[in-house]
């Protein structure tokens, strides 16, 4: 086990807030719990791909996994692969695809841990057919602060499965976990990316799809006829045997903190507009590598500060019911009046394929994701507002994303917390959950 490193401020993706706390690597299973417990209350981390404060703690003690992140296991035959829960996606990978293997499940990048995977219980491009990361957990052991250690699966202490697969870190420490990779036969993808214009358009491709990935980027920054414009991308793994390298590591590092007034109005409707038009035509096809397919933001490592200093906050909802599209509306148009800048922005249909965590956020209908940069005021102002028209359509909001939810917001998106509350470890907090049961204030 490593020392605690004196207050080094450890950062959420978003940047956003910032807050301060010791940090304690972890190298091994065996070194939870600590040698000296801690005075303050704790919380496992991963690599902090999390947007806002679920893996933050003001003055606690992060149990930081990365090192903790050795592939124990695999399995050829079935594609179980045991590994510790520091493990990166991108370390697994590396393992995985020359020997013709992928994940079930991945989100828009590779660097997350297995347990931060588990602990937001993540979805990818292929939630209308495979469901959450969740649903391709095996087992896992949780650790708790008492000492104890339990194995938990589908059979074995389900309730304690089901609590910690997206329980945001608060039902104990995972140390290892099984999980089931896919067999592939190439890294290429069979790509399709069709332009659409409006929600029914886009819609209309959701329902007719029949690939194993699909998401659209939406522009959502256009108004009058271009209204909701964007590109449905789908894509499935090529059936034709084709080369399985692992990949390059990424050359190009984003260089500094852009100042504030760079991303405006004005340069994200160009790069909208760019954007859309790059693809001429109305369809493209052919094949791509896997990597700018899954993780085009991958490619420049540290582009969060292309936001500058004051950092981001993303605002990921589902709103049920595929055909009610009124929500979606209100919501582009909040932000299209707001003239907040949001160049990535994402829309998908989630599937019906059920979470498997007490407290996973995918549920059927349409999700939205969208990266603000923080110009205080007018970004939280938007967000409520947001916030708000999520609530009035039945949708709720993604916890790995957030960090401006009100306590009467969650507890209306989630009204299971109260039964999870009853896993929390009792040595265990975070600045979210703090935020959402009425303990921390709202940053002003
Ligand atoms: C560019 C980008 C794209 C993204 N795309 C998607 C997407 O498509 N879909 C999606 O669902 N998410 C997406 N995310 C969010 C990201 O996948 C999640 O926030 C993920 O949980 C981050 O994992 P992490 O290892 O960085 O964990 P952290 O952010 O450090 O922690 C996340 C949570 O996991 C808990 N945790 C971590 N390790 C453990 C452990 N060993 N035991 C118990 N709890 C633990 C923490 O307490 C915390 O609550 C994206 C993020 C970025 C930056």
Known sequence: MGKAKPRPGFESWGRYPKLQADVVPLHWTTDFPLAKAPAARQLPVGLGRSYGDVCLLENGTLLATPEMDRLLHFNEATGVLRCEAGASLKEILDFAMPRGFFLPVTPGTKYVTVGGAIANDIHGKNHHVAGTFGRHVLR???????????????????????????????TGLMTWAEIRLRPIVSRLIDYRGVKFHGLAEFLDLSRTAASEYTVSWIDCLSTGKNFARGIFMQGDHAEIPGPLRRSREPKLTFPFDLPQLALNRYSVATFNAFYYHRQRGNEKTGPVDYEPFFYPLDAVLKWNRMYGKAGLLQFQCVLPREQDEHGVVEVLKAITASGLASFLAVIKVFGDVPSPGMMSFPAPGITLALDFPIRREASFDLLERLARITLEH????????????????????????????????PGFDSAFWQRVTGRRPLDD
């Open 140 to 170: 896992f052991e949780l650790a708790r602060s008492d000492g104890s250690r339990v194995v938990c699966s589908p059979v074995e202490n389900p309730e304690w499965f089901a609590a910690t697969i997206g329980g945001m870190g608060l």
């Open 394 to 425: 039945g949708g709720r909001m993604y916890p790995a994303k957030d960090a401006r939810m009100t306590p009467e917001q969650f507890q209306a998106f989630y009204p299971q917390w109260q039964e999870f509350a009853r896993y929390v470890d």
